[in-house]
């Protein structure tokens, strides 16, 4: 061995592994590891690979149902979407990276998530981002959202996927601690899905994509620490990204797909060589050699412990057949790509490693993959618990309409154009809702249907009431498809947590996947996989419980899809479902008030899941114009929205008959209601259906004029020109970013 | 008549270009691949959107040495009708079969937006089946579309008649703020001074389809196919 270095308590600290974890290593592979070994093993035990601390808590996720083709644990979850198509999607974060170098770290998020679609057999067909940054009167959260936006928009748009939309929240938790969450999905043919398998002994092991450079080591084990104040040091972990070496490397890997090339393939992202040599052959049950010698490098006298580790971008591995290797090369030739033979599929279940014709690495690829130590760690809820805010303590607006503008400026309501015209939004000529739309709508060209997505998570409620909130989460994506006419078919999570050694991490944790898990099941939809990110802790602040859902839906008829905008005058403007006396954990609270307290909104899933079938079974029928979700900013946020969402800023009147206060009618975050607008002749049937699935539906008012009015039992509350608000909500982040 | 679209390492909008001359027009199309010398007998090569190369030197820098070029090149010389889309239009400025040159948008930022365009010239093979006047509302999504050139060749460009669309408002007047990217003079489209060969920013291929917000882009293409048709 050439790495003669002694391995002693320290060592295995920087690892990131315990004592006793190391004393497992030395049980199962029957002697101590070199350092090269160790660095394996700690990357593919670490936290991020190998979900040791949330393994026992995923597991009340429901996973299967009838179109399920690939549930959690391979690249991304797929979904029979019929006509010989499958969806494949999966969210993922990148979260310490990106804080730590915001364009890269943010550019290779998405580079990871794109090559985890394509690596199955997919073309990626749209991405979006769930965002998450710290209030931006400070510098430092500017040039942090900054960085990430363009990041995002200088991957993408050059490998030529839509960033259809997404979300993005902000509060004073990230500050120190942005959250970027990639969401991609893909199409493919049913009969062409490739998976990370390294089957049929003495087949070729592939090396294709970017040659190996020392960026990104130790990626993986970073972002399953916490960042103390070290984080400066931390930067030579992230890695650099290519969108151009990536989009011939998707092109490449289609072609040889398609031409039946593969026997299997992984992508190299987190943990790179290491975890797609020992995860293929783990899942085949074989094992695989490899020659380091042969790995193209761009960099001189790499270490074994280096080229194992690297997370260099924009690389795969592929298993061949040995008469197909030749053609497998031509195809990455033309597309001017590396394809090197580096070793081979072996009996025995072992990764055996060459370098300078000696062996560096022995190990079974079990005990990498399968056999790190899950941990139930322990839980307990916050002492003191979250502080109840009773609404008769919050005295009400003196000025409405003052109020309501105010709210509009909070930049996680306000007009999000400044992102979003940064991303190419259209390319692939499928986006048939611009972003700012309930859910992104993407046709599938010679078909009537169509698919839509969402993203969501609002971390206040969660951080409120983690499990009241993992429900929302669930809820609210499954409303957003509901309002473009959308069934949800499959679920993707991101969960966003801090320091899971922390009991009160660890029940957050616990109490989110569990209301999560309740809903996905009330919904009846599978969760195909996702990732767990946690220790998104900085200086000993953790932010609050984030578990961001990506959920995709089908449209049937893409000529029946609803948008969130007023269409015309004198449309009558009706409610579905109830107002109630909520105003915890609302943005009025938080932007206004500037109070994070509360009760979260309580939801009743079943009523819930009603409300979304008055809404798709009107969308069915032809029987709406519009609808539009009632979330953040609650009621009258969500009425003006859709003023500002027509063609031409139309404005509406509301005439609201309650007991409830004014405030608590307008800006309360009550779950489970949808604004929509029909004509007069369509009020009966819309009525008629509300009644049959027994969901409360309230005429409101109606659409036209030029303002925005308000009066609740006969009193006038406000009046706006829409365009005064419009200004307000549009300008909000532009403003902060203006140059002084 | 026939389409060529061009595939050079890392277009993007390929596919996109070729649906909409294939499926939507339904007229003859193939792609050309970049380390070709063949045409395969195309009347009109449209260079289509994207980040050749990555663009990480110059927009269209390295594309024009592309073997395939040599063969536009001559066929734009001789009269061959040749279309360039963003991308496309930033090859055919390196290639010099258009003058000028882009710079970085005026706010710094990659834009992707609807953007209104008006018709300045209608005598031409791209916009004929349209008006003087007419304003189309197309989408462009770019970070270097800020057109430039000196002041002696935009002299030259206004008297020949060569910038054939201009970035307007809605109404089609000629504002600061549809000026999205800074372009000298709204440029949006120009023509060589043969008339045969335009590089437009905004992308018809994505305002050619009722339900992706706009049909206005099919008169460019439109135009290609009715002038192709009668000569």
Redesign the interface.
Request: hydrophobic residues 35%; proline residues 3%; aromatic residues 16%.
């Given at each position: 061995m050439s790495e003669k270095t002694i391995i002693d308590e320290q060592t295995i600290k920087e690892h990131n592994l315990t004592l006793d974890e190391y004393a497992l290593i030395q049980e199962l592979i029957g002697r101590e590891p070199n350092l090269t070994e160790l660095g394996i093993f700690s990357l593919m035990w670490s936290e991020h690979c190998s979900y040791k601390s949330s393994k026992v808590h995923l597991k009340k996720l429901p996973v299967t149902g009838k179109n399920v083709i690939q549930g959690p644990g391979e690249n991304a979850g797929i979904i029979d979407i019929g006509e010989g198509l499958v969806a494949v999607f999966k969210i993922e974060s990148h979260n310490h990276p990106s804080f730590i170098e915001p364009y890269q770290g943010a550019a290779t998020g998405v580079g990871g998530i794109l090559r985890d679609i394509f690596t199955m057999g997919a073309r990626p067909i749209a991405a979006m981002n769930s965002l998450r940054f710290g209030p931006l009167d400070i510098p430092k959260n500017r040039s942090i959202m900054d960085g990430v936006v363009?990041g995002i928009?200088?991957y993408g748009?050059?490998?030529?996927v839509p960033m259809v939309g997404g979300d993005v929240y902000f509060n004073d938790c990230y500050s120190l601690n942005p959250l970027v969450n990639a969401f991609c999905l893909g199409l493919a043919e049913k009969d062409k899905i490739f998976y990370a398998r390294a089957e049929g002994f003495d087949n070729a092991v592939l090396y294709v994509g970017s040659k190996t450079g020392r960026d990104g080591i130790h990626g993986a084990t970073m972002a399953s620490a916490e960042f103390g104040e070290d984080l400066e040091e931390k930067r030579p972990n992230v890695q650099v990204g290519?969108?151009?070496?990536e989009?011939?490397l998707l092109e490449a890997c289609l072609e040889v797909m398609d031409q039946g090339l593969v026997v299997g393939i992984q992508d190299m992202g987190a943990a790179g060589l290491t975890c797609s040599t020992t995860e293929m052959a783990a899942n085949a049950g074989t094992g695989i050699e490899i020659d380091l010698d042969l790995v193209p490098q761009r960099e001189e006298g790499m270490t074994p412990y280096e080229i194992m580790l690297s997370e260099s971008q924009e690389r795969m591995l592929i298993v061949a057949e040995e008469d197909k290797v030749e053609r497998v090369q031509e195809v990455f030739a033309?597309?001017?790509l590396d394809a090197v033979r580096i070793g081979r599929v072996t009996e025995g279940g072992r990764l055996h490693v060459k370098w300078h014709g000696e062996t560096v690495v022995e190990i079974p690829v079990d005990s990498v993959v399968n056999l790190c130590p899950a941990y139930n760690r322990e839980y307990s809820p916050p002492s003191p618990p979250q502080p109840i805010i009773e609404n008769t303590t919050i005295s009400t607006p003196q000025n409405y309409k003052e109020v309501f503008l105010k709210l509009l400026t909070s930049p996680t309501i306000a007009n999000k154009e400044w992102v979003?015209?940064?991303?190419?939004?259209?390319?692939?000529?499928n986006?048939?809702f611009?972003p700012g739309a309930d859910a992104s709508l993407l046709?599938i060209?010679d078909q009537k249907r169509a698919l839509a997505i969402t993203l969501d998570g609002n971390s206040l409620y969660t951080y409120l009431e983690p499990r009241s909130g993992g429900k929302i989460a669930v809820a609210e994506a499954c409303r957003n498809l509901a309002c473009v006419g959308a069934t949800p078919i499959g679920v993707t999570n991101c969960l966003n947590f801090g320091n899971p050694e922390k009991p009160e991490i660890m029940w957050q944790f616990k109490e989110v996947v569990e209301g999560v898990a309740e809903a996905c099941q009330t919904f009846d939809i599978p969760v195909t996989g996702g990732n767990v990110s946690f220790y998104n802790d900085t200086k000993g602040v953790s932010i609050h419980p984030t578990p961001v859902l990506g959920i995709v839906g089908m449209v049937d008829d893409?000529d029946k899809a609803v948008s969130p905008g007023f269409k015309e005058e004198g449309h009558i403007i009706l409610l579905l479902g109830e107002n109630k006396d909520e105003l915890g954990a609302s943005e009025y609270l938080r932007w206004v008030l500037r109070e994070e307290k509360g009760r979260t909104p309580q939801i009743d899933l079943d009523y819930e899941k009603r409300v979304h079938q008055v809404c798709l079974d009107a969308i069915d029928q032809e029987l709406l114009f519009s609808a539009h979700d009632i979330s953040e900013g609650g009621l009258a946020v969500c009425a003006v929205e859709c003023a500002f969402l027509s063609p031409t800023n139309m404005g509406c009147s509301l005439d609201l008959r309650s007991d409830l206060r004014p405030d608590v009618l307008l800006f309360g975050e009550t779950q489970s209601r949808i604004l929509v607008t029909i004509s007069d002749k369509n009020l009966e049937a819309v009525l008629a259906l509300a009644e049959k699935h027994k969901v409360t539906a309230a005429v409101l008012g109606t659409t036209g004029g030029d303002t925005f009015k308000i009066s609740v039992n006969d009193l006038s509350i406000f009046e706006v020109p829409v365009l005064e608000a419009y200004n307000a909500w549009k300008q909000a982040i532009p403003e902060y970013f203006k140059v002084r | 008549m026939k389409f060529g679209v061009v595939v050079f390492p890392g277009s993007n909008c390929d596919n996109d270009t070729l649906h909409a001359v294939r499926d939507v027009f339904e007229q003859e199309a193939e792609f050309l691949w970049h380390k070709d010398h063949d045409l395969k007998g195309s009347d009109c090569i449209i260079l289509p959107g994207g980040f050749s190369y990555g663009d990480y030197l110059r927009s269209g820098a390295i594309a024009r040495f592309s073997p395939l070029m040599q063969e536009v090149k001559e066929f734009a010389l001789k009269g061959g009708i040749v279309l360039g889309i963003c991308n496309g239009f930033q090859v055919l400025l390196e290639l010099g079969l258009l003058p000028g040159a882009m710079m970085r948008n005026k706010n710094l930022k990659f834009l992707c937006q609807h953007v209104y365009l008006r018709i300045e010239n209608k005598d031409t093979p791209f916009t004929q089946a349209g008006h003087e006047g007419q304003v189309l509302r197309i989408p462009i999504a770019h970070f270097d579309g800020n057109y430039y050139t000196d002041r002696k060749g935009l002299k030259e460009l206004e008297r020949n008649q060569q910038i054939v669309l201009r970035y307007t408002n809605e109404e089609g007047y000629l504002t600061e703020e549809a000026n999205v990217n800074g372009s000298l003079d709204h440029c949006a489209g120009l023509m060589n001074k043969a008339g045969n060969v335009l590089g437009m920013m905004p992308h018809p291929e994505r305002a050619s389809e009722a339900i992706l917000g706009s049909r206005d882009g099919r008169l460019i293409f439109q135009s290609i196919i009715n002038y192709i048709h009668h000569t």
């Open positions: 363009s928009a200088g748009n050059s490998f030529g290519d969108p151009f070496k989009k011939l033309k597309w001017d979003f015209r940064q991303y190419d939004h259209m390319v692939q000529t986006t048939a611009l046709r060209k893409i | -």
